[in-house]
């Protein structure tokens, strides 16, 4: 027996190899959660929700490059999860990681889309052991951070992308969920001493998932932006290049050695060039600072200038909902024949076997997202969401099974 024990030693040190609790017993894409509580296993769903868990797999693996929001510096083939803790624990609920320097709106430096998947359980907040992407409440703003579920918690379906669930090690999950935690009446719930993700290490089981390239679905790129400087009344002002597909990660320090960071600019989609930015007085005395940016290059979004769009309501009877997409990311949106209203921008992100979100952005109404299939014609839903609703009600979104007609220009 002794041998035996020397043998499996010798192995694992000269293949570099770590004997997991884990092992698969069937094909799949695996994610295996070491942290300082135990370990816990998810398996991905990669062929429905391909992009984010590419995304999650390449940033677990440090194939992706990644801005470090602590000090603005872009990393390459450094594994972002590794030595990150669980920064917010809520009892009866869930566990939340991803973050390094705020909580509630932190990222890896670029933001993804939501892969929602509707009318199938699987992809809901059902239950307990779901892994979903967290995101700021907007659509479209995932990007790191990530949660796990102790309980249902319904009110998120179809606000959160679901890639995974765990099928090993929930009783780990439980035991982080059931650690103290302070700032409690501030809703932050960070735990009293730390729950440390060591690694997240991809197992991949089967032809299928041993295929599955996370490298390739596009990527932003970074570069430095060229940023005008000027004070008025002691405020700061940043005048950034605002093109398509732009977005920037702002820092600001008094001294050139201790770097505060700011914040994301918000995305834009369409072009407004050179543009003021206020950013207020954010440093100490606000007489004096240092700033720099980095700025995230997306891919371009698909161009469906000259799609007309009708969906219609269930039975397929009445005026329709129409939505006419032009140049520039932008278009018009016909509610029901009560006119026309401008649409800011849009977003068409393709995903899954065939699957389109159309993300529709309008000065009049929250965003609406349509979910339907490649075609001409079939099944579709709406889904809006409400912030003059409750967060945690079912009633914060509304949510309509359609179907819809395509013309192409």
Known sequence: MRKTLISLTLVLSLFGARAFAFTPTEDGLYA????????????????????????????????????????AKIQSNVPYYDGLIFHRVIAGFMNQAGA???????SPGY?????????????????????????TGARNSGGSQF??????ATYLNQRHTVFGEIVDGQTVVDAINAVPVIDFENRIYIPVDDVTINTVTIIREGTAAESFDA?????????????????????????????????????GSPDLEDWTYIGPL???YIYYG??????????????????RATRTNYPAMPDKDGYSIDFFFSGGSGTPLNIELGPNYTGTFD?????????????WHEFGENRIILTVYTQSFPALQFTFEQGSNGPAQLLVNDSNLSNNSDDSQLFENMTFELTEP
Do not use: C, H
Request: hydrophobic letters at 35%; aromatic letters at 14%.
């Open 335 to 347: 509610n029901a024949g009560d006119g026309d209203y401008d649409i800011t921008y849009y977003t």
């Open 147 to 152: 949660f796990v579920t102790v309980a249902p």
């Open 32 to 71: 295996v959660f070491d942290t300082s509580m135990g370990e816990f296993t998810a398996k991905l769903f990669f062929e429905e929700t391909n992009q984010t868990v590419a995304n999650f797999v390449s940033l677990a693996e440090g194939t992706r490059n990644w801005v470090n929001t602590t000090d």
């Open 274 to 291: 050179r543009r003021d930015i206020s950013l207020g007085t954010q440093l100490p005395g606000g007489t004096r600072g240092f700033w």
């Open 111 to 135: 933001t993804i889309y939501d892969e929602m998947v509707p009318n199938d359980p699987t992809y809901t907040v059902n239950r307990a052991g779901v892994l979903a992407m967290a995101n």
């Open 266 to 268: 918000s995305r834009t």
């Open 215 to 251: 490298n390739a679905y596009s990527q932003p790129t970074y570069g430095a932006p060229d940023i005008d400087v000027s004070i008025q009344d002691d405020e700061y002002f940043l005048n950034f290049d605002l093109q398509p597909n732009y977005q920037y990660l702002v820092y």
């Open 100 to 106: 390094r320097v705020d909580a509630q709106g932190d």
